[in-house]
Structure formats: C-alpha cells, structure tokens
C-alpha cells in the first residue's frame, strides 16, 4: 500500500469512528430510508443526521436518491456492508476472548501477551 492510499483508507476508517455514523450506517445495512426516518431511527436531530449523511456521502459510503421532496439513503455498496459486519464482527471476538488464530495453530490472546475477556 503507497502513502495516498493509506491517507484515503485511513480517512475512511476515521469516518467508521463516530457512533453516530455507525448507527446510521448499521441501519442502512437493513434497507434504504428517507433522511427523516433514518434520524428518528437513530436517534438523531434531523440537522444532525442530514450533516452525517452529507459527510458520508462525500466519503463514498451512502448515496442519496430523491423520491419527490424526500431523499432516500442507502448504502453505496455492499463493501460498506461488510466493513460494518467485520467491526461488529471483531468487537464481539474482542468481548469474548475469541480469536481465528487458533485455528491457524497460533497463540491465544493471553499467550502473546493481549489481553482477553
């Protein structure tokens, strides 16, 4: 990996660090909603939301479609998707103790020193 594209994954994953926007990106990954309902459903003030959005947008992880005076979002792709399923993914392993590495014979947390649930 070369410097540019380390800055743009890393603007990415910087993008994947605010709870509010992970919210709004895990409940895209259940279907497209309008910006009104999206707020409500996370919680947000609609200004909020609308600014997250527009941020994720910018970044290449949601896309805006207008319906009549709505504009609906959804996620740009199913990469995004997997982005969220492997965080959550590893966080749940993280709280468990749980690790793929001894299926590959390696160490378990505790063993290389990381500590474990």
Known sequence: MDAASAAKVATTLQALATPSRLLILAR????????????????????ACSHQ?????????????RKGRSIVYSLYDNHVAELIDQ???HVEHLR????????H???EPE???????
């Open 53 to 65: 959005l527009r941020l994720l947008r910018n970044l290449g992880l949601v896309v805006g479609t």
């Open 28 to 47: 895209l990954r259940e279907g497209p909603l309008p910006a009104t309902e999206l707020a409500a459903e996370v919680g947000m003030e609609q200004s």
């Open 105 to 107: 014979g390696e160490p």
């Open 87 to 89: 965080a959550i993914y």
């Open 111 to 117: 063993a290389a020193g990381l500590p474990s649930a």
């Open 96 to 103: 468990l103790g749980l690790t793929d590495a001894a299926a």
